[in-house]
């Protein structure tokens, strides 16, 4: 009753719902007087046509029977008039009775009578107690995949929603919400921000510096993560409180550039943690192509462990007996003066760069040609837009406006001659079909695109993709990086840096009889003993207890993993 009685008090407090109560109570009126005319009607019909006396209260009976189609009973008319009045009669009731009164009762009592139920499910504030908490101020993309991947790591998160309903509808999805105003001292009061162990601010830039504002008044202390659309906001949220800001867009045009075969056979670095650095290196043109990975001699040579192979989107463990193809990417790790040794065996294999195709001028792109330029690779752009590419003619070398699906457009642009075409529109069916196309027209090419969905990765791997990375991946990467404490390394869409204790099962054993590689497909990368991160890594290194796993995998590989060594340690 309790419940009800909070149901009804909210209902009545709404514009809305008590407009819908005077509508509803109008119709009823409405049609009480309209039953009590029928009744009148009745006996003057009775009365002066068929000359019959009958008593108000069977007046009223009869007309209810006949609305709601109930039948006649003992009671008829034998005059015309008086069965032409029982089809009017009848007739109404069927429309104002049994069609329009259901309606209008569903239309404004019970489906706001509903809605509030549902809205009152939303909780208002977080459990009593609850710290290191991470707060979301929108459920975007990127904050969808950020909840799975908290949940997966058992850290908690609250999703803040200012909409009841679509509070209510997340919950009922899973997601821990909050229900509030996002610029709102109370919403921060009563989410717990004080205790919180990260803001992630990822509306948009306007909004998000009300958001720093705001809970940094409530919380002087809380990491805040805010995501940025414009480049001239950074400063903005920095000077709001903003303890790191993250402008994705830009940050993804780069992380496309390097991944582009800018004609130059080189190391690029993708990441590091603490003293490792992870880079990848285009085989093609170098002389590891053909050859196996033992056969390199890159460890005995530079000191670098060969710890995967990329191949058609697919990054594979690096056995002493994988060869590597002419368009695989090799990934290496090791330290700065390792990478630079590598480097310095390249330098011979340097030819003049060729041209990089971007399609698409957008944010993406324009971040990814200058990242590029910087480099000095010569730069083409393509795009529909020619205001756009007038824009961009200062930093890149030559512009294209037109569709990109014209083939004499491509061929302007230099499809023929391009070592690299970046697909940077936020069209994925466009990219798969630009993927497709320029495949076909140069096979060569290494083919670098982004992709918004995560469900056409594979389809846009299959269209000839070579590397694909995606806005939301970034997003929630760059998040979890903050929350580990250690710099972003960014492989891949689909591909971590796991940093996982020694499974007792597996401590003590010498590397090659764990079957890692093998059995998970997870590769390797170093150990991490204290504070020292141990590389290179042999076949016969020991895995001591008190030490952690440093290796890469998708987080499916990440469960099997689990399945297959941590588990052990439970069963035993």
Known sequence: MKFLSSQLAYLMSEREMRANLRALLKYILTLIGLILTYAVLFHVIK????????????GLYWTLVVMTTLGFGDITFTSDIGRLFSILVLLSGVVLLLVMLPFLFIRLFYAPWLEARVRLRAPRQVPTGTRGHVILTEYDPVAAGLTQRLRGEAIPYFVIEPDPATAARLIGDGVSVIAGESDSDETYERVGARDARLLLANCTDTTNTNITITAREIAPTLPIVAIVEE?????????????????????????????????????????????LQIAELPTRDTPFAGLSVRDTRLRERTGLSVVGLWERGKLKPAFPQTPIQPDSVVVVAGSQSQMTALNGLLTATNRSSPPVLIIGAGKVGQAAARALKRKGVPVH??????????????????????????????????????????????????????????????PALRIVSRITLERNV?????????FVLSYTTLGIEAVMSLLRGYELVLLGEGVELFSIPVPPSLAGHPLRDTGIGSRTGMSVVAL???ERVVTPLTAETLLPEQAALLMLGSLEQRKEFGELFERQKVQK
């Open 47 to 58: 009365t002066s046509v068929e000359g019959e006396e009958h008593s108000w209260i069977t």
């Open 458 to 466: 594979e389809a846009i791997h299959r269209a000839g993709a070579d």
């Open 231 to 275: 480049e001239d906001s950074i400063d903005v949220l920095q000077l709001s409180g903003a303890t790191s800001v993250l402008p994705l867009k830009h940050q993804l045009g780069e992380y496309l550039a390097n991944r582009v075969d800018v004609g130059r056979a080189e190391a690029h670095l993708i990441g590091s943690y603490r003293t």
């Open 381 to 442: 752009v393509i795009d529909r837009t020619p205001g756009v590419l007038e824009d961009m003619r200062e930093y890149v070398d030559a512009v294209f406006p037109g569709d990109a699906a014209d083939r004499r457009l491509l061929d302007r642009a230099g499809i023929n001659r391009a070592s690299s075409v970046l697909l940077t529109t936020n069209d994925d069916a466009m990219n798969i079909y630009l993927a497709v196309y320029c495949r076909r027209l140069n």
């Open 528 to 530: 991490q003993i204290g």
